[in-house]
């Protein structure tokens, strides 16, 4: 078997590599080890910046977003009894978020290969990938997929970047010392906009889906399991945390998924290697606070695209060469902010006194500043270079 692209891996990077290669009239193949079942149904985060959403209509699969998915013009920082509204329309005008989760992206592009005839292989087993120098392919179950270039879009735990010899890739890493339990419940949102709660329990956030689905966050330490949670506690744990301002009540319902996601930073350098080139998780990790995971995914796979077009158009290779260069740039702004809104907004155990005076001062400067505000809602938004 052979085809241009051999894609490992349908999360969101994946899948969107696929879509938009076939738009050029490139042919690949994606191989995920899950079930489609299982892809679809993996509740992840759902902050989409306006560039992701722009790629998505301009792809032809954002028909459905524009639909259901939820403009945000604003986000608040709600700290010391107060709540703080960060003005997007005000600071960046213009931009603005959309909320819609990345399952639902995941089904929307699923959907759109398979009508387009796109050859999705789900349940793939053994994917190993060789001769990544030249002439490189890829086996799984018994099968052999001969191809031009190798795309690793198989998150965080897959196997393309180990299958890069040892001393190529520099690792940049910071781990932190706590986990988020995320929830999803069935009632309406009590915040019209998403809430960043910073307190001396820990950090909180309050996001959503739909006008009937609530999407909740807790920091958490960092061995936490979702069975230490039952739904009581993490009510409780909510409300206390987030019913810190005069007249906010947290309306509760039906708790519909939960599960712990581990915080981490996580780089390498370069993302390519031969013919293998990495795109998204599987290249780098933002913690979640700042909502970059899946916006970068899409950026790294607009670039590849670009790069692999003029590649198969006439051979040229200067934008392949470039690629890792070329994301690198946006993934370390995002790593930046990422790592900036974490220990902005959450408890460390190793804080004094004097550690938390120096986040509630910035928190102060950033929602009074006009300046600082600004520098948060343009990299909320995707700060574009
Ligand atoms: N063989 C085949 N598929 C694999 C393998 C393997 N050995 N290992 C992992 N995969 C699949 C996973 O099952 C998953 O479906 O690769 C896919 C990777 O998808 P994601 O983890 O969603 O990563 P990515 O597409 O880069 O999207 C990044 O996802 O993790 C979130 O917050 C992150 O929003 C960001 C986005
Ligand atoms: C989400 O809705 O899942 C979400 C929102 C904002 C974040 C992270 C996750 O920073």
Not at 105 to 118: H, M, S
Not at 140 to 162: K, Q
Not at 231 to 254: I, Q
Not at 346 to 364: P, V
């Amino acid at each position: 078997m052979r085809t241009q692209v051999g894609i490992i891996g349908a999360g969101p990077a994946g899948l969107l590599l696929s879509h938009l290669l076939h738009l050029r009239g490139i042919s690949s193949v994606v191989l995920e080890r899950r079930s489609r079942d299982y892809v679809e149904r993996r509740v992840r985060a759902g902050v989409l910046e306006q560039g992701t959403v722009d790629t998505l209509v301009a792809a032809g699969v954002g028909e459905r977003m524009l639909r259901e998915g939820l403009p945000h013009h604003g986000i608040e920082l709600r700290y010391g009894g107060a709540g703080h509204r960060i003005p997007f329309e005000k600071l960046v005008p213009g931009r603005a978020i959309t909320v819609y989760g990345q399952q639902e992206v995941v089904k929307d592009l699923i959907a759109a290969r398979l009508e387009a005839g796109g050859d999705l292989r789900f349940e793939v087993e053994d994917v190993a990938l060789h001769s990544l120098e030249d002439r490189p392919y890829l086996t799984f179950g018994g099968e052999r997929l001969d191809c031009d270039v190798i795309a690793g879009c198989d998150g965080f735990h897959g196997v393309s970047r180990p299958a890069v010899p040892e001393g190529v890739l520099t690792t940049y890493e910071r781990e932190y010392p706590f986990a988020w339990l995320g929830i999803l419940a069935q009632v309406a949102p009590s915040s019209e906009e998403l809430i960043y709660a910073r307190g001396e329990r820990g950090f909180a956030l309050h996001s959503m889906r739909s006008p009937t689905l609530s999407r909740f966050y807790l920091q958490v330490p960092p061995d936490a399991v979702a069975e230490d949670w039952p739904d009581g506690r993490v009510w409780d744990e909510l409300k206390a945390r987030l019913e810190t301002v005069p007249g906010f009540t947290l309306a509760t319902g039906e708790i519909v998924e939960k599960s712990v996601t581990p915080m981490r930073s996580y780089v390498v350098e370069p993302m390519q290697y031969g013919r293998l080139y990495l795109a998204g998780d599987a290249a780098h990790i933002v913690p979640p606070t700042g909502a970059k995971g899946l916006n970068l995914a899409v950026a790294d796979v607009r670039v590849l695209t670009e790069a692999l077009a003029a590649y198969f158009r006439d051979g040229s290779a200067g934008l392949l060469d470039g690629y890792s260069a070329a994301c690198l740039k946006r993934v370390w702004r995002a790593q930046h902010f990422s790592w900036w809104m974490t220990t902005l907004l959450h408890t460390f155990d190793s804080d004094d006194a004097y550690g938390r005076r120096l986040q509630l001062s910035y928190l102060d400067y950033v929602t009074s500043s006009e300046a600082a505000a600004t520098t948060l809602a343009e990299n909320y938004v995707g700060y574009e270079w």
